[in-house]
C-alpha cells in the first residue's frame, strides 16, 4: 500500500478506538460495563446490531461468494424482517422487564438452574469457536499487505479489539459501532461506483450485469424445494427466519447490543430499522462481487488470489510444473475474453440467437478456467499438504489493493478492519457477560461487590480474547468464512432457540422435560449436521421443533406417571 493509504488506515483505525475509549469512559458499575446504562437511542441500537452482525467476514468472503459462485447468499436473509417483528412483539419486553443482563437469567426464572447453565454453556462454545473466525478474517489482510504468515497479524487484531474491549465494556462496543457503521455504508458506496468506472467504456452497469448472469453468477432467487440446497427461498424464509430468531433471540451477542436501549420502543425500533436494511446491505455486497467478476472478464485476474501460497510454490521444486499451469491459464483467459467480447457484441445488437451460443461458449470457457485452478490446488497440496487451497476469501481484497485508487484503498481496508473490531468486541463482551452472570456470579461468588464482578468482567474477555486468538490460528482450512460461520452457529441456535419457545408459550413444560429434549436435540441436530442429512439452514428448524415437542412428550410421560404413583 502507499503512504496515503497507510496514514488512512491508521487514522481511521486510532480515531475508532480513541472515540470508544472517550465515550465509555467512567463505566465502573455492572450496568454501565454490561448494558451501557441503557441510555442508547434506536439508531445507536441498530447500528450497533448489524455491526455486530456484518463482520469482516461479511465484506472479505461475501464478494468472493458472489464471484465463484453467484448471489444466490442473499436469500439467506430472507427470513430476517420476520424475526425481527417477533422479537420486538415478544423477547425484547420480556428481557426489558425483567430486567436483566444476559438471556439467560430468565431460564433460570422459568426453569432452573441447570436449564440456564446449559444454555449458556452451548453458547459459550458456539460464540467462542465463531469469533475465532471473525478475527481470523481481517488477518488475511494484513498477512497479504506484509506478505507475512496470518499468526503474526491475528495476534496483533485480536489484541487491539480485547484492549478497547476491556476497558470500556459495551458501551465502547456500542459508539465505536455507530461510527464504524456510517463508514463502512460510504466505503462500500465508492467501491461499487469504482468498479463499474473500470470497466471499459462499452460496458455500463447494465451490461456487467447481462454479462455476469449469462456466466451464471446473478442467481438471485431460487424458487425451487430442495433440502440440500442451502440458499432457495424456502430455506432462506423458514431456515433462515429460525436462524434469525435464534441469533438475535438468544445470542447475547446480539441481546447485549439491544438492551443497551434507552427503552422498549428504542430497542423495537432499532431491530425492525435492521430487519429493513440488513437485506439491501447484504445485496449490494454480493452485487459488488458479481461486478468484480465481471471485470475480471476483460482483465486477467491472479491464477490464484491468496499471493501467500502461491509465493511458496513458486520456490518450491515444481516451478516447471507451475509454469505450464501458467501457460495454459494464460492462453484460457485470452480465448475467454475473445468469447466475452462476442456476447458483449450479441447483447448490444439483442441477437438472441447469437446470445445463447456466446452463453454456451462463456461458460465452457469459464469451466475450462476453473479445470486449470483445480490442477493449481492439486499441486500446492503436493508442495504442502497443509497449504490454504481455497482463496474464495482473497477476491475482493485482491481487487481492492491491485486496482483502486490511492486512500481509496486505505479506506476499504479500514472498513474490514473496522467490521471485524465491532463483531469482535460484541462477541467478547457478550461471552464476559455470560461467563460472570451465568456462571461465575451464579456459580462460583454470589457475594461480591459490583465493583469486584466489573473486574471478573474484564478478567473474563482477557480469557475469551485469549482463547478466541487461539482458535483464530486454526481457521484457515475452513473455506469460505461467511458460510463457516453459519454452519456452525446452525448446530447450535436451533436447540437454544427451541428452550426459548418452550420458556415463553408452553407454561406447562417443566426444567427436566425441557433439559432433557435439549441435551437429546443437540445429538440429533449434531448427527444430522456431521452426516450432512440436510443444507445446514434447515438444522436451525430441526433444533428448535425437536426441543418443542421433546418437551412437550417428556412432559406428558412425566406427568401420566406421577398420576400412577398418586
Known amino acids: 500500500m502507499s503512504t496515503i493509504d497507510w496514514a488512512v488506515l491508521i487514522t481511521t483505525l486510532l480515531a475508532i478506538v480513541g472515540y470508544g475509549v472517550y465515550k465509555s469512559r467512567g463505566a465502573q458499575s455492572m450496568n454501565s460495563y454490561l448494558l451501557g446504562n441503557q441510555s442508547l437511542p434506536w439508531y445507536t441500537v441498530c447500528l450497533s446490531v448489524m455491526a455486530t452482525q456484518a463482520s469482516a467476514i461479511t465484506f472479505l468472503s461475501a464478494p468472493g461468494l458472489a464471484y465463484t459462485s453467484g448471489m444466490s447468499f442473499v436469500q439467506f436473509y430472507f427470513g430476517l424482517p420476520l424475526a425481527m417483528i417477533v422479537l420486538s412483539v415478544t423477547f425484547v419486553p420480556i428481557f426489558h422487564r425483567l430486567k436483566v443482563y444476559t438471556a439467560y437469567e430468565y431460564l433460570e426464572q422459568r426453569f432452573d438452574l441447570n436449564t440456564r447453565a446449559l444454555t449458556a454453556f452451548l453458547f459459550l462454545v458456539q460464540r467462542g469457536l465463531s469469533t475465532g473466525i471473525t478475527i481470523y478474517a481481517p488477518s488475511i489482510i494484513l498477512s497479504i499487505i506484509l506478505d507475512i504468515d496470518t499468526t503474526y497479524t491475528t495476534l496483533f487484531i485480536g489484541g487491539l479489539v480485547m484492549f478497547y474491549t476491556v476497558y470500556g465494556g459495551t458501551k465502547a462496543v456500542s459508539y465505536t459501532q455507530l461510527l ?42 431460487d424458487f425451487n424445494f430442495d433440502w440440500n440446497n442451502p440458499y432457495t427461498v424456502w430455506s432462506g424464509l423458514i431456515g433462515g427466519f429460525f436462524l434469525q430468531l435464534s441469533y438475535f433471540g438468544t445470542d447475547q451477542s446480539q441481546v447485549g447490543r439491544y438492551l443497551t436501549g434507552a427503552s422498549i420502543n428504542q430497542s423495537r425500533l432499532g431491530l425492525l430499522m435492521n430487519g429493513l436494511v440488513k437485506i439491501p446491505m447484504q445485496f449490494l455486497i ?52 475473445q468469447e466475452v467480447i462476442k456476447l458483449d457484441l450479441a447483447l448490444a445488437a439483442d441477437d438472441k440467437v447469437a446470445i445463447d451460443v456466446q452463453r454456451i461458449a462463456v461458460k465452457k470457457a469459464d469451466l ?26 482473497y477476491i475482493f481484497l485482491s481487487f481492492v489493493t491491485e ?30 457477560s455470560t461467563s460472570v452472570i451465568d456462571i461465575y456470579k451464579r456459580l462460583i461468588n454470589k457475594e461480591a461487590t459490583d465493583k469486584q464482578y466489573v473486574k471478573a468482567s474484564r478478567w473474563a474477555t482477557i480469557m475469551w480474547g485469549t482463547v478466541c486468538i487461539i482458535m483464530a490460528l486454526f481457521t484457515s482450512k475452513i473455506g469460505n468464512l461467511l458460510e463457516a460461520v453459519n454452519i456452525l452457529g446452525s448446530f447450535i441456535y436451533g436447540t437454544i432457540l427451541g428452550v426459548f419457545i418452550v420458556a415463553f408459550y408452553l407454561k406447562n413444560v417443566g426444567a427436566k422435560a425441557v433439559f432433557i429434549a435439549a441435551i437429546l436435540t443437540e445429538v440429533i441436530v449434531c448427527i444430522c449436521g456431521f452426516n450432512e442429512v440436510v443444507a445446514y439452514l434447515w438444522l436451525n428448524v430441526i433444533g428448535c421443533l425437536s426441543v418443542v415437542m421433546l ?16
Not at 476453473?370 to 490454504?388: E, G
Not at 412437550?552 to 398418586?566: A, D, N
Open 403 to 432: 486496482y483502486l485508487p490511492k486512500g481509496l484503498i486505505g479506506l476499504l481496508i479500514a472498513i474490514i478492519f473496522l467490521a471485524s473490531m465491532g463483531s469482535t468486541a460484541s462477541a467478547l463482551n457478550s461471552l464476559a
Open 286 to 337: 454480493l452485487l459488488i462481487g458479481v461486478l468484480v467478476f465481471t471485470f475480471y472478464q476483460y482483465n486477467k485476474a491472479p491464477l490464484f488470489f491468496n499471493s501467500y501460497e502461491l509465493n511458496k510454490l513458486e520456490q518450491s521444486p515444481y516451478q516447471a510444473e507451475l509454469k505450464k499451469i501458467k501457460t495454459d491459464y494464460n492462453a484460457v483467459f485470452e480465448s475467454k475474453k
Open 180 to 221: 464504524q457503521m456510517s463508514i463502512i455504508f460510504c466505503g462500500l458506496f465508492a467501491a461499487g461506483i469504482m468498479v463499474v468506472h473500470l470497466l471499459p467504456g462499452n460496458v455500463d452497469f447494465g451490461k456487467a450485469i447481462a454479462i455476469a448472469g449469462k456466466m451464471g453468477r446473478t442467481n438471485a432467487i
Open 551 to 566: 418437551s412437550y412428550l417428556i412432559q406428558l410421560l412425566q406427568s401420566k406417571k406421577m398420576q400412577k404413583l398418586s
Open 368 to 393: 475450462a478456467t476453473k479445470t486449470i485452478r483445480t490442477d493449481l490446488t492439486a499441486l500446492m497440496l503436493k508442495n504442502d499438504a497443509k497449504a490454504a487451497v481455497n482463496d474464495n476469501n
